[in-house]
């Protein structure tokens, strides 16, 4: 296939599937309902869940330091803090484009070299990917009865516990396969787990590695207060259980990495999640659409004066 059709495909499907989502959700919930909920609300748990979302990301620039110090650049905090934003903003347009322009505005006002700049925003991906994944862990800890319960009455649980041995067995045999196949494909799976190996271990050797771990942890627990914070804004969600916050987070979470930033898939992970907790509907979708545009109404407000301030900010500092 033409390259240039590859890459044409890869921003438009994520968009179209972001519409079509954003159809299906409001066709399940009208807007009328939303703006229901919306009015009911209490606004004080939306401003303050925003405002845990805002330290998340500050947290992040101030971490980002942390990766770029050993190689000899002390960055800006404020450059810093205007390149996270303009990542978020610009990864609604285009998937994964904010990762790059991230490290092209360091490498413009900062003069570090792309290749290291975009090397420390995939290390810090995959130390996100770790935290996520002990996240999934515990969460699985926590509400294994109540998980295993809901899926032992939808299914026979011998079938479920055959359908998890064969799963490993199949993931041995995967992975057996990989690890002696010369084929190209082989070679990315193998470079891709040796890099999350590699990006994990590199942060002990990080001169400030503790500050580097507790800005992640930090990172991460904003994102889940934020999640909790934000569904007191909502009545009909009074008293949700700490295993429906964890599994609508998690589920949220993946969403967005299916249609940019989430547009349209959000609210549906959110009530997909709350399904098997037997929450309504109405106050799911509301929910997931309130605490979607909450926190992108942040994004694009902090994200286009990080874009219309860099230069003046960078041009005062020359001066």
């Known amino acids: 296939m033409n390259q240039n059709i590859k890459k044409a495909l890869k921003i438009i499907l994520p968009l179209l599937l972001g519409v079509f989502l954003v159809w299906y959700s409001l066709s399940k919930v009208s807007i009328e309902e939303i703006w229901v909920y919306l009015q009911k609300s209490d606004y004080k748990w939306i401003v303050f869940g925003m405002f845990l979302g805002l330290l998340s990301h500050l947290s992040r620039a101030y971490r980002w330091r942390f990766q770029l110090e050993p190689m000899g650049y002390n960055i800006k905090f404020g450059n810093s803090v205007m390149a996270v934003f303009a990542t978020y903003l610009i990864n609604y347009t285009i998937?994964?484009?904010?990762?790059?322009?991230?490290?092209?505005?360091?490498?413009?006002?900062?003069?570090?070299?792309?290749?290291?700049?975009?090397?420390?925003?995939?290390?810090?991906?995959?130390?996100?990917?770790?935290?996520?994944?002990?996240?999934?862990?515990?969460?699985?800890?926590?509400?294994?009865?109540?998980?295993?319960?809901?899926?032992?009455?939808?299914?026979?649980?011998?079938?479920?516990?055959?359908?998890?041995?064969?799963?490993?067995?199949?993931?041995?045999?995967?992975?057996?396969?990989?690890?002696?196949?010369?084929?190209?494909?082989?070679?990315?799976?193998?470079?891709?787990?040796?890099?999350?190996?590699?990006?994990?271990?590199?942060?002990?050797?990080?001169?400030?590695?503790?500050?580097?771990?507790?800005?992640?942890?930090?990172?991460?627990?904003?994102?889940?207060?934020?999640?909790?914070?934000?569904?007191?804004?909502?009545?009909?969600?009074?008293?949700?259980s700490t295993g429906a916050i964890l599994i609508g987070f998690i589920s949220a979470s993946f969403s967005i990495a299916a249609t940019n930033g989430g547009i349209g898939s959000y609210p549906l992970a959110v009530y997909a999640a709350f399904s098997i907790f037997g929450i309504a509907q109405e106050p799911s979708i509301a929910f997931g659409w309130i605490m979607w545009t909450s926190q992108t109404l942040m994004v694009i407000l902090f994200g286009g004066l990080s874009l219309i301030y860099l230069p003046i900010y960078n041009r005062v500092k020359k001066s």
């Open 95 to 240: 998937p994964r484009a904010g990762e790059v322009a991230r490290a092209s505005i360091l490498t413009n006002y900062e003069g570090v070299p792309f290749e290291k700049g975009f090397g420390t925003i995939v290390a810090e991906r995959i130390a996100d990917l770790i935290v996520i994944l002990g996240i999934i862990l515990v969460t699985l800890f926590l509400q294994f009865d109540f998980i295993y319960g809901f899926f032992a009455d939808k299914f026979n649980p011998m079938k479920i516990v055959f359908g998890l041995l064969a799963l490993s067995l199949m993931a041995v045999i995967f992975f057996r396969f990989i690890k002696k196949s010369k084929s190209q494909f082989a070679i990315k799976i193998k470079n891709f787990v040796n890099g999350l190996i590699e990006g994990a271990l590199s942060v002990f050797k990080m001169k400030k590695k503790w500050a580097f771990i507790f800005h992640t942890l930090f990172i991460w627990t904003m994102y889940v207060l934020m999640f909790y914070v934000t569904s007191l804004s909502i009545g009909d969600l009074e008293g949700i």
